[in-house]
């Protein structure tokens, strides 16, 4: 291990997606390389789990989190924007009272961050660490493909006429296959006219001006990606900081909490046999979707758990994203299903409202298929388990992530009509199921899904990939602090 007096600022954008992986990286920095962490939290609404999350008694002792207030910006995005503005613009106003957060840790607790780590929505904070003269990181709680659509974004803004949703050719992106735009790319980029593709080209223009990039993923996930974003004849021309694979990170299972009703149902059912859907932290499908859904699962047959969130209102654009507040109706969901649909699958489903104890569900062995919504956390905790997945994209970098899990890593299904274009019919969710649950085109995702699910393992371990690098980044670290002090780091 590293013997450091590093004590890292994380700034943590708002919402269980984006706290989920800086507490991740948090808690590996202090366990695994003897740092000091402070995590700035910009908390959304306060949800019973992300309270729970944010329970300061679960972490380790050197690991401190501090909440900022949230900021008022009703002013300031259209009443109707959609998510990646009203964050952007939340981690824009936030700098006052983040900078401010930062003096007073220094003046009244004396402990003074050596470096500054942001997520992606907050890299306009990057130069909040040269005021305080420390070196500055941006965290990419998400892949190498994801990485390299940002990185090439302006470049792709000059180079395309008009916008991208109504090119019919693919687009070329370093590092990653041809990639149709309606269909697998982040859907803040489709349209210029909408403000969150600004913010888009801000975000890829800003990540590279830190001094290194975490991602995570793991060096073996995406080599080729990763090669790409290296090297000078490709993306490496617009990135020169190292970049630090060093996931996969993500919540452990807890074996010892209280086990309830779902762990008693799943010890009961065969191992690998049960499909567990959800659509992350955020996600709801309209109410057509969620019947089509419910007979889909009826017909297969197939044991499943479904966490279940009331229907949006439409389907349109991004109001698939529920902003994650959970907080609501939670006994009357079942409304929403068809009629007798409790009745009829009660011998092999269970309806789970709003929020699941998803980590350890996925890890349970009866557990053998994930109905996701594809976000990069709930992708990593199905891969590390290694169970395949139904790719059923809704907003945001989704869609990317369903095509790079189908296409590229082999270890997902997906709709031939994509899920947010259209409502899926319960014929075809009935055999997407019945494929990666029985089927042999399930039997081989399976193997692939297990693979990684070792590969993983073996680059957290010590002398694994992900393990070297995270030495590597606080190697990196280092070097500034020895600079600062007047030390010659060679
Ligand atoms: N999650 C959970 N229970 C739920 C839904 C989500 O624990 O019922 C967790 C899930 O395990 C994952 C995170 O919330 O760690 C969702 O992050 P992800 O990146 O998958 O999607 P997002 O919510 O950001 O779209």
């Given at each position: 291990?590293e013997i450091t007096?590093?004590?890292?600022a994380?700034l943590c954008?708002?919402g269980?997606?984006h706290?989920i992986?800086?507490?991740?990286?948090?808690?590996?920095?202090?366990?695994?390389?003897?740092?000091?962490?402070?995590?700035f939290?910009?908390?959304l609404?306060?949800?019973?789990?992300?309270?729970e999350l944010l329970?300061a008694s679960?972490?380790?002792?050197s690991?401190?989190?501090?909440?900022?207030?949230?900021?008022?910006?009703?002013?300031?995005?259209?009443?109707?924007?959609?998510?990646?503005?009203r964050?952007?613009?939340?981690?824009?106003?936030?700098?006052p009272?983040?900078?401010?957060?930062?003096?007073?840790?220094?003046?009244?607790?004396?402990?003074?961050?050596t470096?500054?780590?942001v997520?992606?929505?907050?890299?306009?904070?990057l130069?909040?660490a040269e005021?305080?003269g420390i070196?500055?990181?941006?965290?990419?709680?998400?892949n190498?493909?994801f990485?390299?659509?940002?990185?090439?974004?302006?470049?792709?803004?000059?180079?395309v006429?008009?916008?991208?949703?109504?090119?019919?050719?693919?687009?070329?992106?370093?590092?990653c296959?041809?990639l149709?735009?309606?269909?697998?790319?982040v859907d803040?980029?489709?349209?210029?006219?909408?403000q969150?593709?600004d913010?888009h080209?801000l975000?890829?223009?800003g990540?590279?001006?830190?001094?290194?990039?975490?991602?995570?993923?793991?060096?073996e996930?995406?080599?080729?990606?990763?090669?790409?974003?290296?090297?000078?004849?490709?993306?490496?021309?617009?990135?020169k900081?190292?970049?630090?694979?060093?996931?996969?990170?993500?919540?452990?299972?807890?074996?010892?909490i209280?086990?309830?009703d779902?762990?008693?149902?799943?010890?009961?059912?065969?191992?690998?046999?049960?499909?567990?859907v959800?659509?992350?932290?955020?996600?709801?499908?309209s109410?057509?979707?969620?019947?089509?859904?419910a007979?889909g699962?009826?017909m297969?047959?197939?044991?499943?758990?479904?966490?279940i969130?009331?229907?949006?209102?439409?389907?349109?654009n991004?109001t698939?994203?529920?902003?994650?507040?959970?907080?609501g109706?939670?006994d009357?969901?079942?409304?929403y299903?068809?009629?007798?649909?409790?009745?009829r699958?009660?011998?092999?489903?269970f309806v789970?409202?709003?929020?699941a104890?998803?980590?350890?569900?996925?890890?349970?062995?009866s557990v053998?298929?994930?109905?996701?919504?594809c976000?990069?956390?709930?992708?990593?905790?199905s891969?590390?388990?290694?169970?395949p997945?139904i790719a059923?994209p809704?907003?945001?970098?989704?869609?990317?992530n369903a095509?790079?899990?189908?296409?590229?890593l082999?270890?997902?299904v997906r709709?031939?009509?994509?899920?947010?274009k259209?409502?899926?019919k319960?014929?075809?969710i009935?055999e997407?199921?019945?494929?990666i649950?029985?089927g042999?085109?399930?039997?081989?995702?399976r193997?692939?899904a297990?693979?990684?699910?070792?590969?993983?393992?073996?680059?957290?371990?010590?002398?694994?990939?992900s393990?070297?690098?995270?030495?590597?980044f606080?190697k990196?670290?280092?070097?500034?602090?020895?600079?600062?002090?007047?030390?010659?780091p060679?």
């Amino acid at each position: 291990m590293e013997i450091t007096n590093q004590h890292a600022a994380l700034l943590c954008s708002p919402g269980m997606g984006h706290i989920i992986p800086v507490l991740e990286l948090g808690k590996r920095l202090v366990t695994h390389q003897n740092f000091t962490v402070t995590i700035f939290v910009v908390p959304l609404h306060t949800s019973k789990a992300e309270s729970e999350l944010l329970d300061a008694s679960a972490f380790p002792h050197s690991l401190d989190i501090i909440k900022l207030p949230s900021p008022d910006i009703s002013g300031l995005v259209e009443p109707d924007a959609v998510v990646v503005t009203r964050l952007t613009e939340m981690m824009r106003q936030v700098r006052p009272t983040f900078r401010a957060a930062l003096h007073d840790m220094i003046n009244f607790r004396h402990r003074c961050p050596t470096m500054l780590i942001v997520d992606l929505f907050g890299t306009e904070s990057l130069p909040i660490a040269e005021e305080f003269g420390i070196p500055k990181y941006v965290y990419i709680a998400s892949n190498a493909w994801f990485l390299s659509v940002m990185i090439y974004s302006p470049t792709l803004d000059e180079q395309v006429k008009g916008k991208f949703v109504d090119l019919k050719d693919p687009l070329e992106i370093p590092g990653c296959r041809k990639l149709f735009p309606e269909l697998d790319i982040v859907d803040a980029l489709l349209d210029w006219s909408n403000q969150q593709y600004d913010e888009h080209m801000l975000m890829g223009r800003g990540i590279p001006k830190g001094d290194g990039i975490l991602i995570n993923i793991w060096e073996e996930l995406e080599p080729k990606s990763l090669a790409a974003l290296r090297d000078e004849n490709f993306l490496g021309r617009f990135v020169k900081v190292p970049i630090f694979p060093i996931g996969p990170l993500m919540r452990p299972n807890v074996s010892s909490i209280p086990r309830g009703d779902v762990f008693d149902w799943l010890d009961k059912q065969p191992n690998e046999t049960v499909i567990y859907v959800s659509f992350g932290s955020g996600g709801a499908l309209s109410y057509e979707q969620m019947v089509e859904l419910a007979w889909g699962l009826e017909m297969s047959q197939q044991r499943f758990v479904w966490v279940i969130r009331p229907p949006i209102i439409s389907s349109a654009n991004e109001t698939f994203f529920t902003a994650g507040n959970h907080n609501g109706e939670d006994d009357n969901l079942t409304k929403y299903l068809p009629k007798g649909f409790m009745g009829r699958t009660k011998d092999i489903g269970f309806v789970i409202p709003l929020w699941a104890p998803q980590v350890d569900v996925l890890a349970h062995p009866s557990v053998g298929g994930f109905l996701t919504h594809c976000g990069w956390n709930s992708t990593l905790e199905s891969i590390t388990n290694g169970v395949p997945m139904i790719a059923w994209p809704l907003y945001a970098e989704q869609r990317l992530n369903a095509t790079l899990l189908t296409e590229e890593l082999g270890v997902a299904v997906r709709s031939k009509i994509p899920p947010w274009k259209n409502v899926v019919k319960r014929e075809e969710i009935e055999e997407m199921v019945r494929k990666i649950m029985e089927g042999e085109e399930g039997f081989a995702l399976r193997d692939r899904a297990k693979n990684l699910k070792f590969s993983g393992a073996k680059a957290l371990e010590q002398g694994g990939s992900s393990y070297d690098a995270l030495s590597l980044f606080t190697k990196h670290a280092n070097m500034f602090v020895q600079f600062a002090n007047g030390v010659d780091p060679s």
